[in-house]
T-cell receptor
Framework: DAKTTQPNSMESNEEEPVHLPCNHSTISGTDYIHWYRQLPSQGPEYVIHGLTSNVNNRMASLAIAEDRKSSTLILHRATLRDAAVYYCIDGQGGSEKLVFGKGMKLTVNP | DADVTQTPRNRITKTGKRIMLECSQTKGHDRMYWYRQDPGLGLRLIYYSFDVKDINKGEISDGYSVSRQAQAKFSLSLESAIPNQTALYFC?????????????FGPGTRLLVL
């Protein structure tokens, strides 16, 4: 089972930044932290991943705590299209597979 | 064109029937996966394959079988469908270990077993 912990849901306003938290209580030293999202009626899509350092890409930023027990996905300027279920995943102790939990539903208000 | 395609997109079948869900990818990836999604339960891994000759069971493989016909094709079969296999099924691919490589998902197949 997934070992990450996320809120069930969050709300944000359009064009404002939103910070999505995740706890990784059982993460091991070599596990990457991944974030995926699933838009309505679509398959999951990759957002970002990182190991220790903060990461930025065109979609988002990922802030990783120094002890790696938590991470935060940052959407700098939320749009209506960012409304989705967001999954944070860690490497499950070197397992060959990623385990997707229930995720967190983000609602973006116009 | 989509990199990962699934057919059919929707399927209704009856209890006891055998059905096959197909997945094709044009990304050239060796690794392919089948997931199942139920409301409120997230995604659960059914089977995964590292290459044509290497197939592994996931969390919930009972009642399912798979076939990796080629690097680009990975099929999921329900030998005798039952109602609790009603779900959304996703295929995914990755270039390497999902620890560090992105997984690319297909659009999903919605299956209803009556």
């Amino acid at each position: 089972d997934a070992k990450t912990t996320q809120p069930n849901s969050m709300e944000s306003n359009e064009e404002e930044p939103v910070h999505l938290p995740c706890n990784h209580s059982t993460i091991s030293g070599t596990d990457y932290i991944h974030w995926y999202r699933q838009l309505p009626s679509q398959g999951p899509e990759y957002v970002i991943h990182g190991l220790t350092s903060n990461v930025n890409n065109r979609m988002a930023s990922l802030a990783i705590a120094e002890d790696r027990k938590s991470s935060t996905l940052i959407l700098h300027r939320a749009t209506l299209r960012d409304a989705a279920v967001y999954y944070c995943i860690d490497g499950q102790g070197g397992s060959e597979k990623l385990v997707f939990g229930k995720g967190m539903k983000l609602t973006v208000n116009p | 064109d989509a990199d990962v395609t699934q057919t059919p997109r929707n399927r209704i079948t009856k209890t006891g029937k055998r059905i096959m869900l197909e997945c094709s990818q044009t990304k050239g990836h060796d690794r392919m996966y089948w997931y199942r999604q139920d409301p409120g339960l997230g995604l659960r891994l059914i089977y995964y394959s590292f290459d044509v000759k290497d197939i592994n069971k996931g969390e919930i493989s009972d009642g399912y079988s798979v076939s990796r016909q080629a690097q680009a094709k990975f099929s999921l079969s329900l030998e005798s469908a039952i109602p609790n296999q009603t779900a959304l099924y996703f295929c995914a691919t990755s270039a390497g270990r999902p620890q560090s490589e992105t997984q690319y998902f297909g659009p999903g197949t919605r299956l209803l077993v009556l």
